[in-house]
């Protein structure tokens, strides 16, 4: 055969997150969310999926609901401290 059916690796790699400024982030890092009224949030990573979890309300949000379409970045602004 020519390969067509191959058994393709099961195994996600974990996606590499930048802001809308296009700074890189990563788990333990803290952001201005832009959505969901999260306001400050920290990003944590469950499970092997990443979390933005709010400092002032303990809301939970995926990371797959805040990319901007436009440019495939977070709708989230690190804060540099």
């Known amino acids: 055969m020519l390969g067509w059916f191959k058994k ?7 996606p ?4 809308l ?5 990563q788990a333990g ?5 832009l ?3 999260l306001g400050r949030c920290e990003l944590i990573l469950v499970n092997e999926q ?7 309300s303990g809301k939970e949000v995926s990371w797959l609901k805040m ?3 436009s ?5 989230v602004k690190k804060v540099e401290d």
């Open 16 to 19: 590499q997150l930048m802001d």
């Open 71 to 75: 440019t495939d970045n977070q709708k």
């Open 67 to 69: 990319i901007d379409a």
């Open 8 to 14: 393709k690796d099961k195994k996600d790699k974990l």
């Open 50 to 56: 990443f979390l933005y979890r709010s400092i002032e």
């Open 35 to 37: 959505r969901y009224d």
């Open 21 to 25: 400024n296009s700074n890189p982030i």
């Open 29 to 33: 890092d803290i952001v201005e969310a």
